[in-house]
C-alpha cells in the first residue's frame, strides 16, 4: 500500500506509527471507541501529571510524557477519520464525559492520599485501559488503528508493571 509517507519535520509526539499504517473502515461503534480512547489517555495523562506534582517520584512525571505521545497518536486516529477530538480544548482534570469527570475527581483523590495509594491508582488505569483496548481491538480491521491500539496496549502493560502491577 502506500501509506501516507514523506512527512518530514513532525513535532514531537506526532504519531509515525499511524502515518505508516493504511486507513481502514471504522463501524459507528470504532469510531465511538476511539473518540472515548482519547478521553481515556487524558485522564491517565491528567491524573499522572498531578501525581508527579505531588510526589518525589519520576515514574509519574515519565508516564505523563508517554500519556502525551499517546494522545497525540489517537488524535492523529482522529483526524484521519474526521472524529471530532472532544479533549481539544479541555483543561487538566476536565472531561465531557461525566463519568470519567467522576472517575478523575475519585482517583485524583484516592491518589492524594499517599504515594502508594497514587500507584494503586495507576494499576488501576492502566488495567483499564488494557481492557479497553482489548475490547477496542475486537473485530477491528482498519491497520492504522489496530497498529495504533496494539502500541498503546503494548505500553500500557509497561505501564502496569514500571507501578508495580
Do not use: W
Amino acid at each position: 500500500g502506500s501509506g501516507a509517507g514523506g512527512q518530514q519535520g513532525r513535532a514531537p509526539g506526532d504519531c509515525t506509527a499511524c502515518t505508516a499504517a493504511e486507513t481502514g473502515d471504522l463501524d459507528v461503534a470504532q469510531a465511538a471507541d476511539l473518540s472515548f480512547m482519547v478521553q481515556e489517555e487524558k485522564l491517565a495523562h491528567d491524573l499522572y501529571a498531578a501525581f508527579a506534582e505531588q510526589y518525589d517520584a519520576r515514574i509519574f512525571e515519565r508516564i505523563a510524557s508517554s500519556e502525551a505521545q499517546h494522545m497525540a497518536a489517537v488524535r492523529t486516529l482522529l483526524e484521519r477519520y474526521g472524529l471530532e477530538d472532544l479533549t481539544a480544548t479541555l483543561d487538566a482534570g476536565e472531561f465531557t464525559d461525566t463519568r470519567l469527570a467522576g472517575m478523575y475527581d475519585d482517583l485524583l483523590a484516592q491518589g492524594a492520599a499517599s504515594l502508594d495509594d497514587a500507584l494503586a491508582v495507576g494499576r488501576a488505569v492502566e488495567t483499564d485501559d488494557i481492557a479497553a483496548l482489548d475490547k477496542a481491538l475486537d473485530g477491528l480491521t482498519a491497520p492504522d488503528a489496530v497498529q495504533v491500539y496494539e502500541n498503546l496496549r503494548a505500553a500500557s502493560v509497561r505501564h502496569l508493571a514500571a507501578f508495580g502491577g
